[in-house]
């Protein structure tokens, strides 16, 4: 890559790193592009040399948080699966290593972009939206795809809807840090990971008898 190349590289990623903070904080309808502009020390014409308008940076930004998290899930799960490959174990280990790196971050989540997007989605057009949506259902997915194979072992106690279940874990995740906001305790959101763990546990591993 040209020094060029990598210094335009530099300066988009820069540009992402300070929206991402301004919009967790603010949300992107209080998100100036000219205090993205300031804070990155470039002029609005660099600005839109890489991102047309909002939408584009939206996109970008939500492109980023998925990569970001889809690496943060894989990692957490491979080692879990290192400790434990039954699927039931491997799960609950995996959500207990989640707590634990969300216990370990010193200001708790800074929160969530997609999330951010969905409360403001009157701002995007249709592209930002169903990028939001994808972003959704791909976690949906993933959880899902380990619920079947847990299930497949360990048929649940009850009947259960596994969309729900898979859906259960980002609506705790992100309950979690709006509830550890409003209230000021920013890693309270790990209790609520343990209790979800609890759930899981008791919802598949067979009674004692």
Same mark, same amino acid.
């Given at each position: 890559?040209? #020094?060029?190349? /990598?210094? $335009?590289?530099?300066? #988009?990623?820069?540009?992402?790193?300070?929206?991402?903070?301004?919009?967790?904080?603010? $949300?992107?309808?209080? /998100?100036?592009?000219?205090?993205?502009?300031? @804070? =990155?020390? +470039?002029?609005?014409? %660099?600005?839109?040399?890489?991102?047309? &308008?909002?939408?584009?940076?939206?996109?970008?930004?939500?492109?980023?948080?998925?990569? +970001?998290? &889809?690496?943060?899930?894989?990692?957490?799960?491979?080692?879990?699966?290192?400790?434990?490959?039954?699927?039931?174990?491997?799960?609950? +280990?995996?959500?207990?290593?989640?707590?634990?790196?969300? @216990?370990?971050?010193?200001? $708790?989540?800074?929160?969530?972009?997609?999330?951010? @997007?969905?409360? !403001?989605?009157?701002?995007?057009?249709?592209?930002?939206?169903?990028?939001? #949506?994808?972003?959704?259902?791909?976690? #949906?997915?993933?959880?899902? *795809?380990?619920?079947?194979?847990? *299930?497949?072992?360990?048929?649940?106690?009850?009947?259960?809807?596994?969309? =729900?279940? *898979?859906?259960?874990?980002? /609506?705790?995740?992100? %309950?979690g840090i709006v509830m550890g906001?409003?209230? $000021?305790?920013?890693?309270? +959101?790990? %209790?609520?990971?343990?209790?979800?763990?609890?759930?899981?546990?008791? /919802?598949?591993?067979?009674?004692? !008898?």
């Amino acid at each position: 890559m040209s #020094r060029t190349a /990598t210094r $335009g590289a530099e300066t #988009r990623t820069r540009i992402l790193e300070i929206a991402q903070d301004a919009i967790l904080q603010k $949300g992107f309808d209080a /998100t100036s592009i000219e205090e993205i502009v300031a @804070a =990155a020390e +470039i002029t609005k014409g %660099g600005f839109f040399y890489h991102f047309p &308008d909002k939408n584009a940076l939206a996109r970008a930004l939500i492109e980023r948080h998925i990569a +970001i998290e &889809d690496e943060i899930f894989d990692g957490l799960w491979a080692r879990a699966r290192e400790l434990n490959d039954d699927p039931l174990h491997s799960a609950l +280990i995996g959500l207990k290593l989640l707590a634990e790196m969300l @216990a370990d971050m010193p200001h $708790g989540h800074p929160g969530c972009v997609v999330a951010t @997007a969905a409360y !403001q989605d009157r701002l995007f057009d249709a592209e930002v939206r169903a990028l939001n #949506r994808r972003a959704v259902l791909g976690w #949906r997915g993933r959880f899902r *795809a380990i619920f079947d194979e847990i *299930a497949a072992a360990y048929p649940p106690r009850e009947a259960i809807d596994l969309d =729900a279940l *898979a859906d259960m874990i980002s /609506t705790v995740v992100e %309950g979690g840090i709006v509830m550890g906001k409003a209230l $000021g305790e920013p890693h309270m +959101i790990v %209790g609520q990971i343990l209790l979800l763990r609890q759930f899981v546990k008791q /919802t598949f591993l067979p009674a004692v !008898q």
